[in-house]
């Protein structure tokens, strides 16, 4: 597909922001920021709302399903949809129905009233917002950057949001702790209010409007063809989904099981969460200044210690070891998704992204629903320290077959030749040129998606 080049934004003199860091990256690096201080606060407060209203893990885990199977159903559809319309657009009214189920939940929870179903109903609704917030937002962070630098722009953009998840986590189980769960989910509300309005100032101007397509179904089948002709890309995701599903049921489920009836309560368990963020944060400096070559064959290695959080919770270990495994846990996933979304931006057209961002995450996600709605019964049938046990084995089986495959373990970071924006584009490039320096090329604009197309 050929579409104009936008035209060349210099950095300022005297910035000291790099050329990397454009308008759209600085408001999507601050929106994130704000949304990751409100959710995993909520996170644990939906967990006591639960307790309060005399749930028990059952309960607990029909609540985790009801907003993971919304996220399930509907992400192909966000996908599609955020390569047709702005993806913008949908950010902020995703943003703006998250707004709008927290402040009634918050209000639920405040007046005494909350129900199991009414909890149910309002996390859906925030799921479903988040189907469509996901695919539009990884396709437009990973098009807000371009050249040589991406990789450590996605380091940078990973810890400014792992390092409001620390403080998130850590403030939302004090704040649970001393003045309930209700407060902190109207602190939710509000953040995805001040986040829907900062992403509504994304400047869009220099993005070029997509050409017309076959319609939603059309757009999805090009997605699933992108999508299963790469080996390493299914072979990930299909890992991921029993991983993922995995640490939904120990996150949601097991862990404030775990710290209420071993660790003396929210608190601990929020200090735990809170040491994965700075376990992301140590991972994400790692990964700003460490560019392995064969990234995903390094990434995957790190995913191996995913599974200590899940084996420290079935011993149990006291509240020190448990937030140590957490630590390590943290460092290795974030040089896995440093790495993953450097081979997404390397290897997937830009006008695909948000497709094939709808796969990953549906894939990744796919078994969520099922394992926080049976995390409860497997409890009961098998006690929690086996059924942990065995999730943190079923992690180390599907990461040790993954390397199976030779793209993962071959795939390789290529030099990145800026495109340098001209009054056409170039249909193919001619033979023989050397590489145009990227110390010498004018800058290209971070904010001007599509501008340069990666190989596909």
């Known amino acids: 597909m050929n579409r104009p080049a936008a035209s060349p934004r210099r950095t300022p003199l005297g910035s000291r922001r790099p050329e990397w860091a454009g308008r759209n990256y600085v408001l999507l690096t601050a929106a994130t920021i704000v949304t990751n201080l409100g959710t995993h606060g909520a996170l644990i407060a939906t967990t006591w709302a639960v307790f309060e209203s005399g749930g028990d893990a059952g309960d607990v885990g029909l609540v985790a399903m009801a907003r993971f199977l919304p996220l399930v159903l509907f992400l192909l559809i966000g996908g599609a949809v955020a390569d047709r319309v702005p993806r913008h657009r949908v950010m902020v009214a995703a943003n703006a129905l998250n707004c709008v189920s927290q402040a009634v939940f918050a209000a639920l929870v405040l007046t005494g009233d909350a129900r199991i179903w009414q909890m149910m109903v309002l996390t859906a609704l925030c799921g479903t917002g988040q189907a469509f917030f996901n695919p539009a937002a990884e396709g437009m962070l990973l098009s807000s950057v371009s050249g040589e630098q991406a990789s450590r722009a996605f380091a940078v953009y990973r810890m400014a949001m792992h390092s409001a998840t620390i403080g998130g986590a850590a403030l939302g189980g004090a704040l649970v702790a001393f003045v309930g769960p209700g407060w902190v989910l109207l602190i939710d509300a509000v953040a995805f209010a001040v986040a829907a309005g900062l992403r509504a100032f994304l400047d869009v101007s220099g993005i070029p ?7 939603l179904f059309a757009d999805l089948r090009e997605g699933w063809h992108e999508f299963v002709g790469r080996p390493w890309l299914w ?4 890992q991921f989904s029993v991983v993922v599903g995995l640490l939904g049921a120990v996150e949601s489920v097991y862990g404030p099981l775990v710290a209420r009836a071993e660790l003396g309560g929210a608190r601990p368990w929020g200090i ?43 011993v149990p270990l006291d509240a020190v070891g448990l937030t140590a495994a957490m630590f390590v846990s943290g460092v290795a996933i974030e040089v896995f998704g440093v790495s993953w979304m450097t081979a997404l931006h390397q290897e997937i057209p830009e006008e695909k992204l948000s497709r094939v961002s709808a796969y990953d995450w549906f894939g990744s996600t796919a078994l969520l629903p099922l394992t926080t709605a049976l995390a409860g019964p497997a409890e ?12 943190a084995a079923l992690m180390v089986l599907v990461t040790a077959l993954v390397l199976v495959v030779p793209d993962v373990r071959n795939l390789t970071r290529r030099p990145h030749t800026k495109a340098i924006p001209g009054p056409a584009p170039t249909p193919a490039p001619l033979p023989g040129p050397a590489p145009v320096s990227a110390s010498t090329a004018p800058p290209v604009s971070a904010d001007a998606e599509g501008a340069v197309r990666r190989d596909g």
């Open 209 to 215: 409007e997509r050409a017309p397509s076959g319609g």
């Open 235 to 238: 072979s990930i995701v299909a």
């Open 272 to 314: 735990a969460l809170a040491a994965y963020g700075v376990g992301t944060l140590a991972g994400a400096v790692l990964m700003s200044r460490w560019k392995p070559r064969r990234m995903l064959f390094v990434g995957t290695l790190c995913v191996f210690p995913i599974a200590l959080p899940s084996a420290a919770l079935a």
């Open 380 to 391: 009961s049938a098998f006690g929690r320290s086996e059924a942990l046990w065995g999730a």
